[in-house]
């Protein structure tokens, strides 16, 4: 049996995707690409970041927490990635279906953890010894802060009838 907190997390983390779709949806090609500062993600971006993290970070952290045994898991650079792939050329619905997609398969993963499992650990580099479950705890605190960077985009843009579930 799976602890009640990682049925909570699971519904929060499932909800992401649509909740950055419904944001963005309606934001021209222009808003989707506007910074409200030289230091923060456009729309777009947040979005591509979310969904590089989803893929190079957290499937890989979960995946060997789960199969190794106290494995170091390296930091991600996502100020690096956005920069190197230049997030603002992409299409949104591409990045979106991508990051659903990454994140449905770990929801199906989470969902079939074992209370053995969920206590699991590993070295996060920069963070220090965590379980699995503190891994999917700052997993929803990361898509919470990008969330609320799409909310304030969006009003930005009188867009103030996206508002998220998260």
Do not use: W
């Not at 009640?4 to 419904?22: F, H």
């Not at 999917?136 to 960077?149: I, K």
């Amino acid at each position: 049996m799976i602890p009640a907190d990682l049925t909570e997390t699971i519904a929060v983390l499932k909800k992401t995707p649509k909740t950055l779709s419904d944001l963005a949806s309606g934001l021209s090609g222009q808003q989707l690409r506007l910074r409200n500062s030289p230091d923060e993600f456009s729309a777009l971006e947040n979005i591509c970041h979310l969904r590089d993290i989803e893929i190079e970070g957290y499937t890989v952290r979960i995946s060997r927490i789960l199969a190794e045994a106290e494995p170091l898991l390296p930091d991600v650079d996502g100020g690096r990635l956005a920069a190197e792939r230049d997030y603002n050329r992409e299409d949104l619905h591409p990045a979106v279906e991508s990051f659903r997609l990454a994140r449905a398969n770990n929801i199906e993963n989470l969902q079939a953890l074992t209370t053995d499992q969920y206590h699991r650990e590993g070295t996060l580099e920069g963070i220090g010894t965590i379980s699995l479950g503190k891994l999917l705890e700052l997993m929803q605190e990361h898509d919470e802060s990008h969330v609320r960077d799409m909310e304030i985009i969006c009003r930005r843009f009188d867009r103030t009838s996206a508002k998220s579930e998260i």
